[in-house]
């Protein structure tokens, strides 16, 4: 579930109604109370209807796959650890690289890497669709959050430019915000349509219907625009970040084997190395990719932690639901996605009720109470056994889960962007959807660990191969509790100040 916050420049602060979405991005400084300017370009409209649909793409593309992987498992034959890796091979590129596609769309023009970013992902689910073996739709899947990250960021700044103020920025951004919150839940409902009644491979090759209307529409309707200034890119950072994070996933995947192995030690090592390299290189480039005085700000720092424990949540553990209603309770994967779609609803339901109490609570009561409210329906689901019913065992857990995240991004994106210059406005924004997909794909990495375990040791005792399965994904869900209860410690030791300090707008 999860879920791409780009480089648009100057994008001031947010409003206090989050996206849920790993491409969830900064919207607009407060507008005046006029109208855009007469003059403006008459095609607008028609290029919020194609940017919107690049945004149901890139979202709706965390979560279509999980509803199909226990089909594409049973074709491809692909093990465990190669399963996890065709979700998180999408969330580390694209976390990995946001910031940099951000830049390059600025500065090499924000049309021209929209439509190479549209392409090239539409090619990508092509060569997904199509996969023979696991290494292919591993690959493509690689490839897509290669493109997406180029893509999400070029859509934002073009929303950014076509609307530039007024009341219409305002709808503008109320319909991208709209489409972000839905993906993910049209992901999961699309998702299980096309695997019970045609194929997982559509699950990819759909997409190249929405490139298709995206590249014909917005080849006539989006005007191009740079950034000013000079174009200089951080490529060394984006190599040492996404290489440190790929080495430390990696790392943990071979920990199933053996922590004290060769090879394991290697990549960890290897991976924490890269990260150093990353953040010296950051303190010394003359246009970082992160801008560390980001992370200084104690609050702004315990955000983002609390964002990658929402990314490992709405990622990785979602994709064990979507193998326990299929593989343990027998829905098919139409019903799996009505099923798990219960969780996006009560999200969607919580955030206007407790958008109106934020001035009220105050930012940091309801980063605590998210999270933790979030934990008690994980740990709720962690209780599931292999004859256990789904009204019981899976539903009031997910409604739980569902109303915590709710609560907790309504003051996230506020947090993310408090006291940030405008100038690193854009990072600041990025940086926060970074640390979901990044989050989403080291999740993955802890929770297979800890599936395999419980596997292990059920299989030891003499379980049956349901109540193995479900051992597995019960181990998971604690593991996720265990992951949104840091969390909450998280924001009540960083989110400190009063409610004016972290909520100026509301002053």
Known sequence: MTHS???????????????????????????PEHETARGADPRRWWALAVIAL???VVVLDGTIVNIALPQAQ????????????????????????????????????????????????????LYG?????????????????????????????LLTVTFPSGRER??????????AGSGAAVGLLLGGFLTEF????????????????AVLVGSFVLSESRAPGRARFDVWGAVTVTGGFGFVVYGLTLAESGWLRVDTIGCLVGGVALLVAFVWIESHVAEPLLPLRILRNRVRAGA???????????????????????LVLGFAPLVAGFASVVMTAATLVVVPLFTRLLPVWGPRAMLVAGPLGAACGMFWLSFITADGSYAVQVLPGLLLVGAGVGITFVPLQNLALVGVAPADAGAASATVNAAMQLGGSIGLSAFALAATGAAQTATAAGASPAEVLASSYGAVFFTAAIVLVLGAIVAFVCVRGSKEELLPSHA
């Not at 998180?88 to 049309?111: E, S």
């Not at 073996?133 to 070029?154: E, H, K, M, W, Y």
């Open 304 to 326: 983002f932690l609390v964002q990658a424990a929402l990314g490992a949540l709405l990622i990785g553990s979602t994709m064990y639901l979507a193998f326990h209603l299929q």
């Open 198 to 213: 045609t194929s997982w491979r559509w699950c990819l090759l759909v997409n190249l219907v929405f490139v298709a209307v």
């Open 54 to 56: 690049t945004q149901l």
């Open 129 to 157: 669709g199509l996969a023979q073996n696991t290494v292919d739709l591993i690959i493509a899947r690689g490839l897509q959050g290669l493109f997406a990250a180029l893509l999400a960021p070029a859509a934002l700044a």
């Open 74 to 125: 049973l074709e491809l034959g692909m093990s465990d650890a190669q399963r996890g890796w065709v979700v998180t091979a999408y969330a580390l590129v694209f976390g990995a690289l946001l910031l940099l596609g951000g830049r390059i769309a600025d500065f090499w023009g924000r049309k021209r890497a929209f439509m190479l970013g549209m392409v090239g992902f539409g090619a990508a689910s």
């Open 170 to 179: 305002n709808t503008a951004f109320a319909v991208y915000g709209a489409v």
């Open 5 to 31: 916050t780009l480089s648009a420049p100057d994008t001031g602060s947010v409003p206090t109604v989050p996206q849920r979405s790993p491409a969830t991005l900064a919207a607009p400084a407060a507008a």
